[in-house]
């Protein structure tokens, strides 16, 4: 490995480079250093870039490894977070200016594991406003732009993540999850992206969206990276209540079974708000192709019907955002962005029957969706973004509004935010290019818990293609 080549290495390799000595650290985050001196003023995806302190961590993570000590398949590794993990004494911003002095007073727990895995901390990543928003606008810190485009969006609310990762300013980068915000930049970026099942993964020390809907997760270049980082950061947390007790399995290990028997379920829907574009459904289909020429069975199946699960996604979003921020919405109601204030204030008005009435309703939905969709099949396949990634202007609600820009930002969660309110596991895996050479992300759903499945779906299919190996340029 030459050393000017180390920032478009995959984590994986990176890792295991460092582990057998044939680099050091300090070398690979010096490399992730120049790349965002480069791409930074290009895609904006920073808040805060920490180079002295990731170079300390580095040599500090290099000396233990010199003294025999390995703290596992992360050591060393760089990595950088959306701007919503609290990290204790220092600055978390949460996209706001609301919080643009705000220190923290814990560090968060996937943040904590991180550090107990070695990993070296580049920097924190732009994100939507209080993680609200699909396409990575935002008005205090500046829009994030896609590397592949710099005219268009990079997906939100973790905007900053999947461009980072994409540009090859940073290994690997902890997104959030509440209607997609995950698998929406890495499809829109051209990058690995989970959305772990509920629960799986300790939400305690982040800035909450919505904490019936809320997941956190990894954003990376390779489903193998991935999945050895989701091992990383999930399991049970005593400081949060909702985290599950079932036990983390060895995702990397279990990626080679292959997919020669697997039943996949084909979904391509063509309801929705713009229907589904001819050239992503094209994609999709190319990809259950190629899954089908490894051995897996593919046949058609039909989604439920989303609209009374994406309204109750709705409701639930609405009202606990309105909860959450009710201090600062009658104090500095002006600090927000008008967009992201509106929709947060639109809670103030929902009945708490209805409220109620969306969380009672989520165990039927989840029980639907098992007996219909995933019946008989592994796991299900369908588009990420069901459209060509359109540009920052031409979803730009702040300035421009008006019902068709409303529809095409809607549009990007119709097909991510339902498993949000099933709390089941999807993972976004680039699977081509559409009209505009920006990148097309296929979505694979599970059953709760079986993370395991589609990493070993993914890593089958990235086997055999080159999608997520091509880079910016």
Same mark, same amino acid.
């Given at each position: 490995?030459?050393?000017?080549?180390?920032?478009?290495?995959?984590?994986?390799?990176?890792?295991d480079?460092?582990a057998?000595?044939?680099?050091t650290?300090v070398?690979?985050?010096?490399?992730?250093?120049?790349r965002?001196e480069?791409?930074?003023?290009?895609?904006?995806?920073?808040?805060?870039?920490?180079?002295?302190?990731?170079?300390?961590?580095?040599?500090?993570?290099?000396?233990?490894?010199?003294?025999?000590?390995?703290?596992?398949?992360?050591?060393?590794v760089?990595m950088?977070?959306?701007?919503m993990?609290?990290?204790?004494g220092?600055?978390?911003?949460?996209?706001s200016?609301?919080?643009?002095d705000?220190?923290?007073?814990?560090?968060a727990?996937?943040?904590q594991?991180?550090?107990?895995?070695?990993?070296?901390?580049?920097?924190?990543?732009?994100?939507?406003?209080?993680?609200?928003?699909?396409?990575?606008?935002?008005?205090?810190?500046?829009?994030c732009?896609?590397?592949?485009?710099?005219?268009?969006?990079t997906?939100?609310?973790?905007?900053?993540?999947?461009?980072?990762?994409?540009a090859?300013?940073?290994?690997?980068?902890?997104?959030s999850?509440t209607?997609g915000?995950i698998?929406?930049?890495?499809a829109?970026?051209?990058?690995?992206?989970?959305?772990a099942t509920?629960?799986?993964?300790s939400?305690?020390?982040?800035?909450a969206?919505?904490?019936?809907l809320d997941h956190?997760?990894?954003?990376?270049?390779?489903?193998?990276d991935?999945a050895?980082?989701?091992a990383?950061?999930?399991?049970?947390?005593?400081?949060?209540?909702?985290?599950?007790?079932?036990?983390?399995?060895?995702?990397?290990?279990?990626?080679?079974?292959?997919?020669?028997?697997?039943?996949?379920?084909?979904?391509?829907p063509s309801?929705?708000?713009?229907?589904?574009?001819?050239?992503?459904?094209?994609?999709?289909?190319?990809?259950?192709?190629?899954?089908?020429?490894?051995?897996?069975?593919?046949?058609?199946?039909?989604?439920?019907?989303?609209?009374a699960?994406?309204r109750?996604?709705?409701?639930?979003?609405?009202?606990?955002?309105?909860?959450?921020h009710?201090?600062?919405?009658?104090?500095t109601?002006e600090?927000?962005?008008?967009?992201?204030?509106t929709?947060?204030?639109?809670?103030?008005?929902?009945?708490?029957?209805?409220?109620?009435?969306?969380?009672?309703?989520?165990?039927?939905?989840?029980? $639907?969706f098992?007996? @219909?969709?995933?019946? *008989?099949v592994? +796991? #299900? =396949?369908?588009?990420?973004?069901? &459209?060509?990634?359109? /540009?920052i $202007?031409?979803?730009? @609600?702040?300035?421009k *509004?008006?019902? +068709? #820009? =409303?529809?095409?930002?809607?549009g &990007?969660?119709?097909? /991510?935010?339902?498993?949000?309110?099933?709390?089941?596991?999807?993972?976004?895996?680039?699977?081509?290019?559409?009209r505009?050479?920006?990148?097309?992300?296929?979505?694979?759903?599970?059953?709760?818990?079986?993370?395991?499945?589609?990493?070993?779906?993914?890593?089958?299919?990235?086997?055999?293609?080159?999608?997520h190996?091509?880079?910016p340029?």
């Amino acid at each position: 490995m030459r050393n000017d080549d180390l920032a478009l290495e995959d984590l994986s390799a990176i890792a295991d480079a460092i582990a057998a000595g044939r680099i050091t650290s300090v070398e690979a985050t010096e490399a992730c250093l120049a790349r965002i001196e480069t791409w930074q003023p290009r895609t904006n995806a920073f808040i805060r870039v920490l180079k002295e302190k990731a170079l300390a961590q580095a040599r500090a993570m290099d000396a233990e490894l010199k003294a025999g000590k390995r703290r596992g398949p992360l050591h060393g590794v760089p990595m950088a977070h959306k701007d919503m993990y609290y990290r204790k004494g220092e600055l978390s911003t949460g996209g706001s200016s609301i919080r643009k002095d705000w220190i923290a007073p814990v560090t968060a727990t996937a943040l904590q594991k991180l550090d107990a895995a070695g990993v070296v901390e580049l920097g924190f990543l732009n994100m939507a406003e209080f993680a609200a928003g699909p396409t990575g606008h935002n008005v205090h810190f500046g829009h994030c732009k896609n590397p592949w485009d710099e005219k268009r969006v990079t997906g939100g609310s973790s905007s900053g993540s999947g461009a980072s990762v994409a540009a090859r300013m940073t290994y690997g980068a902890l997104g959030s999850d509440t209607g997609g915000s995950i698998r929406m930049p890495a499809a829109a970026c051209g990058v690995v992206g989970m959305k772990a099942t509920y629960g799986r993964v300790s939400r305690a020390g982040a800035v909450a969206r919505s904490w019936s809907l809320d997941h956190v997760g990894p954003l990376t270049r390779t489903v193998r990276d991935n999945a050895r980082v989701l091992a990383a950061i999930a399991g049970h947390d005593p400081a949060d209540s909702t985290t599950s007790e079932k036990p983390v399995p060895d995702y990397e290990a279990l990626l080679e079974g292959g997919v020669a028997g697997l039943r996949i379920g084909l979904a391509l829907p063509s309801d929705g708000p713009g229907g589904l574009d001819a050239g992503i459904g094209g994609a999709i289909q190319t990809a259950a192709d190629v899954l089908g020429k490894l051995g897996a069975k593919i046949s058609p199946v039909t989604l439920p019907d989303f609209t009374a699960l994406y309204r109750a996604a709705e409701v639930m979003v609405k009202c606990e955002a309105a909860a959450m921020h009710r201090p600062w919405m009658e104090k500095t109601p002006e600090l927000y962005a008008n967009q992201v204030r509106t929709r947060m204030e639109a809670g103030f008005f929902i009945p708490a029957t209805q409220y109620i009435d969306a969380l009672r309703l989520r165990a039927h939905f989840v029980a $639907e969706f098992l007996a @219909t969709a995933m019946d *008989g099949v592994d +796991a #299900v =396949l369908l588009p990420a973004i069901p &459209f060509p990634i359109p /540009t920052i $202007e031409e979803t730009d @609600t702040e300035n421009k *509004g008006g019902p +068709a #820009v =409303l529809k095409m930002v809607a549009g &990007f969660t119709g097909l /991510t935010r339902p498993f949000n309110t099933l709390g089941i596991p999807a993972l976004s895996v680039p699977c081509g290019f559409d009209r505009n050479g920006v990148p097309i992300g296929m979505q694979l759903v599970g059953r709760p818990f079986d993370e395991a499945m589609l990493y070993r779906i993914g890593h089958a299919y990235q086997g055999a293609t080159d999608h997520h190996t091509r880079v910016p340029a």
